[in-house]
Nanobody
Framework: QVQLVESGGGLVQAGGSLRLSCAAS????????MGWFRQAPGKERELLATIGWNGRTTFYSASVKGRFTISRDNAKNTVYLQMNSLKPEDTAVYYC???????????????????WGQGTQVTVSS
């Protein structure tokens, strides 16, 4: 079984920063791409950032590129999302997910991911 647990969300003022973590109980973690997604009120789920199995490839959506950074520590089975210069429109539930295939690169396709976590709430006040 696969279990992903997000943490690090909270309330932050606009312009502030948060660092999200996703701990993965996944035996093949170091061979799977990982991704961060979010869903804001009234919005569809949005792919934010992905990272390949060995951390050498990354992808960012236009909405977060330059502000957010995805990284991973395969020794700790953990993927991170550093979020800087937060805006009220970043308010959402943030989810991590594992890539479906081994040796995955930084996919741009949501369907390449599965085994979703339960999410962590990020609220950015204006």
């Amino acid at each position: 079984q696969v279990q992903l647990v997000e943490s690090g969300g909270g309330l932050v003022q606009a312009g502030g920063s948060l660092r999200l973590s996703c701990a993965a109980s996944l035996r093949t973690f170091d061979r799977n791409a990982m991704g961060w997604f979010r869903q804001a009120p009234g919005k569809e789920r949005e792919l934010l950032a992905t990272i390949g199995w060995n951390g050498r490839t990354t992808f960012y959506s236009a909405s977060v590129k330059g502000r957010f950074t995805i990284s991973r520590d395969n020794a700790k089975n953990t993927v991170y999302l550093q979020m800087n210069s937060l805006k009220p429109e970043d308010t959402a539930v943030y989810y991590c997910a594992a890539g479906r295939r081994l040796w995955g690169v930084a996919s741009t396709t949501e369907s390449d991911f599965g085994s979703w976590g339960q999410g962590t709430q990020v609220t950015v006040s204006s």
